[in-house]
Every structure is written in C-alpha cells, then in structure tokens.
C-alpha cells in the first residue's frame, strides 16, 4: 500500500523556469492538498481538491495551479518559478466523513530550491 | 476565521522527563482538533484527534491531549519522553461549518536531551 507518492524528492530550478510536482494516492481519498513548509511558519495551504474536478485556493495561492482529472492524482504547477518559492512542499490527502477530513496522510515532501 | 497558536517555537526535556506542549485555538464553536508529528525529512504523521466526547484523549507513541473548552486548550503531553520523540509537533484545527479545512499552528520543535 504506497499511499501518498510525491515526485521529485529534490529539485533545483532557475528563476522563470516552470515545473510539476506530482502526486499521486491509491486510497481512494476524496481529499487532496498541497502545503507549503517554511522555517517558522508552519504549514501553509497553497490549494486543495475535495473530488475530481474540484479545486480551490488555499492560504497561498499565486504562482501555483492545480487540477483534479482523476481521484489518485493533484499535481502542482509553478509557472514561472521565482525565489520566493523555494519551500518544501507536502502533497496530503484524507478520508472525508461528511464534509469532516477526518485523518491527513502526508507524502514525504519536494524540497524545491528557486535559484 | 478558525485558528491555531502554538506559543513554544522550541521545547528541551531530558529524556524520561515529562512534556508538556501546548495549543490553543480560535473559535466559536467546539472545533476538531489534531496533532501531528514530524520526524526529521519526513511528512506529518497523525498522533492523535479529538472530534467529541471524552476531553482526554489517548493516541500513538505514549501520547495523550487535553480538551479545554474554557481556556480553547488542546495541549499534548507525555509523562517520559523517549530520544526518539524529538520531532516537530504540529497542532491543527478543523471548523465545523464552512469548508473543514485544517488549519495548522506553526509548529514545536522538541529537543531530547541524554
């Protein structure tokens, strides 16, 4: 059972440059997200799926698209990547009791550098 | 807007001494509140949540968290702290009503002294 799968682990970009963060989970969560980290801020919610063909803006939305084709999947795009985004960043899903997400499972984390 | 404060950037305990990390939040109502762990280079692991019912509740690792609706308290403890629980704790909180999104404090870091 993988759970939650992100991809890469690592990467470096150069500013202006665009890519995808992906991600990917086998338990059938209506639920999906992505988190920002950063030293001394916690975690910050950038956007999040609650299905397929839903999507919405978190916390810190700008820079950053998503889309829901199918249940497993909620990639990440940067468009043009700049040095503000050099984070690491969490991919996280859940079980969803009503409207209620009952328990987070987190991937392992992209640390992403913006050079 | 629901909220989460969690006052302590940085906790040192010996190890077998007791922890006490705490939390506190921001709503009008009884929230579902969450912690989560996080081990060096890893993602969020629950440890424990309370959605109702009895306020002390017990989750993985020796841990257990208090409910106190009049102080908006949801603090973690464990009575002997082990090398290994040096970690980030995260205290999250999801509001009923509107779109159940957790929102999450800023975290601890726990530092295990030998």
């Known amino acids: 059972n993988a759970g939650v799968t992100q991809t890469p682990k690592f990467q470096v970009l150069k500013t202006g440059q665009s890519m995808t963060l992906q991600c990917a989970q086998d338990m059938n969560h209506e639920y999906m997200s992505w988190y920002r980290q950063d030293p001394g801020m916690g975690l910050r919610l950038i956007h999040y799926s609650v299905g397929a063909g839903i999507t919405d803006q978190g916390e810190v939305p700008n820079g950053y698209n998503v889309s829901r084709s199918t249940t497993e999947d909620f990639p990440l795009r940067l468009l043009s990547a700049a040095p503000s985004q050099t984070s690491v960043y969490f991919c996280?899903?859940?079980?969803?009791?009503?409207?209620?997400?009952?328990?987070?499972?987190f991937g392992s984390g992209t640390q992403l550098s913006v050079l | 807007a629901q909220s989460v404060t969690q006052p302590d950037i940085h906790i040192t305990v010996s190890e077998g001494a007791s922890l006490e990390l705490r939390c506190n939040y921001s709503y009008g109502a009884t929230p579902y509140l969450f912690w989560y762990v996080q081990s060096p280079g890893q993602g969020l692991q629950l440890l424990l949540k309370y959605f109702s019912g009895d306020t002390l509740v017990q989750g993985i690792k020796g841990f257990e968290a208090e409910f106190k609706r009049s102080q908006s308290s949801f603090n973690l403890r464990k009575p002997s702290v082990h090398w290994s629980d040096a970690a980030e704790y995260f205290c999250a909180v999801v509001g009923p009503g509107g779109s159940y999104i957790p929102t999450f404090g800023r975290g601890t870091s726990l530092i295990v002294h030998p």
């Open positions: 996280a899903s859940s079980y969803r009791t009503g409207a209620i997400n009952e328990k987070l499972f």
